[in-house]
């Protein structure tokens, strides 16, 4: 009853025939299916690459949405990425299937067609594509082997600049074009999918230190907790078995299916951290399999298990409120800080540079803040409601009495010539310097 009536929405059930045969296909075969898939779905789809690994392999990405070739005011962006661990290759299969579910059915299925014309969908099937062919190439065991790393022996999920401790591993060609990406979109949702367990973990991954007892804490608790817990057993509980808790042996329970990164294992320099205190992008990290490489023959069960969480996903993008910060004449205003009371991030989300702001949030009664800097803040109080029904976030935007010529002046104050990814750099390493000098001191 609880699956049924809070997690889970009721999906038409109709036939199609795949054409995509459940089995690994390398990086070749890869490429050649998101380009079919782009020339033959060219209205809904956009087939980029946002970078190369270590041996010079196209990170591609196909964004799917009704405005697929960029980012459109008012509709927000998610992401799936798979194969960060190139040794972890169920995710990688499990999103092409996705993709071709999801295009194949757009204009047949009502839901899936207001999910993608209300959103824009980027799917990364593979972050670490070095990996993955090491891991083809070898006799890889279940539970591990070097296919994890990329090419330069580098786990790419402890590679990201990290917000608690410092990150010395120099940064690889992989993890710079994901942090660019990532910080250079207006992501509001994703997921990262991994192999070895059966859960979908939250952040943060890595600790919080406690300087009065001198020890880290267990469950690292960050300020949209609540958010996340609902993120994550939305996935659990709308998969066939993820929700029990006990899918894997050599794995701790996990009630309901879930678990707070830190308070499983912790670890430094992760991407779901990164995506949430950088990004303003609220991800999870979601393990698929007990097996990090099973036999392809059971891609089928890991299709059928997974689909409908990974569909169901699609539509929390709209939970919670959106909006713009506007002068009295409409121009965007970028930068402004955008901040709900009692949810104090270490680094505070700003609107992009078309002054929009995405901000997930429960139903409920809720202050928020919006400051311009110099120019003071606006307070507002909101009831919140379940509106994903509408697939549309609340709307609720602000003006200030502004001039657009020093709004301008005011974003050249405050961070010149910088782009996106350098000025939260910035950000992270100050915080991180500080952090270091208070608990030292």
Known sequence: MFR???FLWVWAIIPYVTALEFKYHNTKEL???LRD???KYPSITHLYS???????INLWVLAIGKYPEGHTVGIPDMKYIGNIHGDEVVGREMLLHLIEHLVEMYEKDATITRLINSARIHIMPSMNPDGFEITQRTKANCMFSKGRYNKEHV???????????????PLQPETIAVMDWILNETFVLSISLHGGAVVASYPYDNRQTDTKVEQPT???KCPDDDVFVYLAKNYSYSHESMFSGDECQNTPYFQDGITNGAEWYHFSGGMQDFNY?????FELTVELSCCKNPPPEYLVEYWNENEQSLINFLKLVHLGIKGQVMNMDGAPIENAIVEVHGREHIIPFRTNKWGEYYRPLLPGLYTLN??????GSNTTELQVFNNMENFSALVLNFHFNINTTDVSSLTQQQYGTANGIQQNTILLISIVICSALLING
Not at 277 to 281: A, F, M, Y
Not at 370 to 375: A, D, I, L, S
């Open 4 to 6: 049924s009536i809070k």
């Open 31 to 33: 490429e050649s299916f």
């Open 37 to 39: 898939i782009n020339t």
């Open 50 to 56: 946002v970078g190369k690994s270590v041996t010079g």
């Open 155 to 169: 786990d790419l999920n402890r590679n990201f600049p990290d917000a608690f401790e410092n990150n010395l591993s």
């Open 218 to 220: 267990g469950y690292s």
């Open 277 to 281: 205190v950088l990004g303003q992008c």
């Open 370 to 375: 919006v400051t311009v800097p110099g120019f």
